[in-house]
């Protein structure tokens, strides 16, 4: 299979690419998870309510930003792979 028939199954994107799994990553997921508790054991039923809608909200803005910084990151690439072949 190449690489555009991979592309449209959705076999491959930075989406599909596995996260490193390093010491500073592990301690920020750790570090978010423990005061995502800490908050949520302050809150009562309305304010866990409005918080998940922040959350969700919050999910979907990341998701423009990355979708962007992925086309942007492409487009840039497509360039300087264009001036190779034109031998600049």
Do not use: W
Request: glycine share 8%.
């Amino acid at each position: 299979m190449n690489i555009l028939e991979e592309l449209y199954r959705g076999n491959m994107g930075y989406n599909a690419m596995p996260y490193p799994q390093n010491a500073e990553y592990a301690e920020a997921v750790s570090f978010r998870e423990c005061n995502l508790e800490k908050l949520m054991e302050k809150l009562d039923d309305e304010g866990k309510e409005i918080f998940q809608k922040f959350i969700e909200a919050q999910r979907d803005a990341e998701g423009f930003t990355l979708t962007d910084t992925f086309a942007h990151g492409l487009k840039l690439g497509v360039r300087l792979m264009t001036e190779v072949f034109k031998g600049r």
